[in-house]
């Protein structure tokens, strides 16, 4: 019986002495060593295995953002510049004050574009705007618009933010506009796989999370991995039925909650040029200087296939980023005449390139030489590629507008290196508010025939003119539905 409490003292003696290394351990690391812990330290792996080079970009986008375990990223509390002002919940604007009785609360689930991102300064949005007349004409409402907007939002992170935050904000109504970045090329996970990726769901997990030994032993097995090798498969955000699985969600949560809900389809131009929006973040690197972006991306965007760019007609002639992004477009230097006979020359050793083919007919059009017959022989060999069918509708477009709309558009839909809005996402608003019976704001046609180099700074976002356009409309939209609102 001795011996037995004896083996019981020394096994409790031995499992306190390993509790107190532990703790003493534990309490040294946090006291000697500056690291990361838990999500940060674990989506930085991921990050660079997955090739998700879009966490890079947005995790401290223009210093207003900050890494957030739930959203991946979001606005920073309390970050002030001159373009923005972020109050202490992490959203743009004033401080939201407690919900008087009187008062009619909007709560805006949305991308860059609602946020403002291109104007001066984040206060000239149309959703500023909109509450600004939406007041004026219902003076004896107190109308409030919280702006949730975050540069690089999917509609699955409206979603999750709308679960995270929409009960505490009370909002009467909640309005959507998201959707440009959904069908963007992250890397190799989509929003909903990187969550179960970086989400600690057990309670071990979390526990975890939060030791520093854990960490420094998790950093030394991952230390000790190969780099990945071989290539995985490229995926949009958010594809298409998970883009309604979102809807599905905010629709049920606004329902079970007596919340109305607007859907907004979302414009973008046709004139932007494919393959170019992300040619600058291709030499992007984590804190380890390891690149981030997938090397099929890499090796996509730095092949050699020359735009018709007709300077004209682009968007954000006067803004400074969009111009470096324009720059990053391939084209041949030199007189055109003479780029076109060279690329005649190599096409006799090579006449079924379809790259010099599309390099040839652009130099031509550059010299005022014919080049439809090429470019259109050139998308059917390449029926994929968004290039000859932009090419081909920037050389239809001063003539005929109708034929150029369509290559246009059909470019706009294969470009999947950029981060707008494929037709699909509008099409799915469309029938989904139809179906349950929704309010639509059908932004997007706001600017059909519009000239696009006065209403859009880039890709997608809307100059001060277009702001104030969407403004407008949703004012009219929506006035006589808060009379009689609550």
């Not at 600004?132 to 509609?155: E, H």
């Not at 111009?323 to 005449?337: E, H, K, N, S």
């Not at 069918?389 to 920037?394: A, Q, S, V």
Request: charged fraction near 20%.
């Amino acid at each position: 019986m001795a011996s037995t409490h004896s083996r019981a003292r020394m096994l409790l003696f031995s499992i306190a002495a390993v509790v107190i290394l532990f703790v003493v351990l534990e309490l040294t690391l946090r006291a000697v060593v500056s690291i990361s812990v838990g999500y940060i330290s674990k989506r930085q792996d991921i990050t660079f295995e997955y090739k998700l080079w879009q966490m890079h970009l947005f995790d401290s986008f223009m210093g207003m953002n900050e890494p957030d375990p739930q959203l991946f990223w979001r606005l920073k509390p309390g970050y002030k510049s001159d373009f923005i002002s972020i109050d202490s919940d992490g959203f743009a604007g004033p401080e939201i004050k407690p919900k008087q009785a009187n008062e009619f609360r909007i709560f805006f689930l949305g991308d860059s574009t609602p946020l403002g991102l291109g104007l001066p300064k984040a206060n000239l949005t149309f959703v500023r705007q909109l509450q600004t007349m939406l007041q004026q004409q219902l003076p004896d409402k107190t109308v409030t618009v919280i702006n949730g907007s975050v540069a690089g939002y999917t509609s699955w992170q409206c979603r999750k933010q709308l679960e995270l935050d929409g009960d505490r904000l009370h909002p009467d109504m909640v309005i959507t506009y998201f959707g440009n970045n959904d069908p963007s090329i992250n890397g190799y996970l989509t929003d909903e796989e990187l969550y179960r990726q970086t989400s600690h769901s057990g309670w071990l997990n979390r526990l975890l999370a939060h030791s520093y030994i854990y960490q420094l032993l998790k950093g030394v097995v991952l230390g000790l991995k190969p780099t990945p090798t071989g290539e995985k498969t490229l995926t949009p955000r958010v594809p298409l039925a998970q883009a309604k699985e979102n809807l599905e969600f905010i629709y049920h949560w606004c329902r079970s909650r007596n919340v109305s809900l607007v859907l907004c389809t979302v414009p973008t131009p046709d004139l932007w040029p494919p393959g170019i929006e992300f040619k600058i973040f291709t030499t992007g690197r984590d804190s380890e200087g390891r690149l981030v972006m997938a090397s099929r991306m890499q090796q996509d965007l730095e092949q050699h296939w020359s735009l018709c760019l007709d300077t004209l007609l682009l968007p954000g002639r006067s803004d400074e980023w969009t111009q470096q992004v324009y720059q990053t477009a391939y084209r041949d230097l030199g007189d055109p005449g003479r780029v076109a006979e060279l690329y005649a020359d190599q096409l006799k050793a090579s006449p079924d390139d379809p790259r010099l083919l599309n390099n040839f007919a652009v130099a031509r059009w550059y010299a005022g030489q014919s080049s439809d017959s090429i470019l259109a022989r050139v998308a059917t060999m390449t029926p994929a590629n968004p290039v000859p069918f932009y090419n081909r509708g920037i050389v239809d477009y001063r003539s005929v507008r109708d034929s150029a709309k369509v290559y246009l558009d059909s470019a706009k839909q294969l470009d999947n290196y950029s981060l707008r809005i494929k037709k699909g996402y509008n099409d799915l608003y469309l029938s989904f508010a139809k179906s349950h019976s929704l309010v639509l704001a059908n932004v997007d046609s706001l600017f059909n025939g519009l000239p696009e180099n006065e209403y859009f700074i880039d890709h997608c976002h809307p100059t001060e003119v277009g702001h104030s356009l969407i403004a407008h409309f949703l004012t009219d939209l929506l006035r006589g539905r808060l009379i009689t609102t609550k």
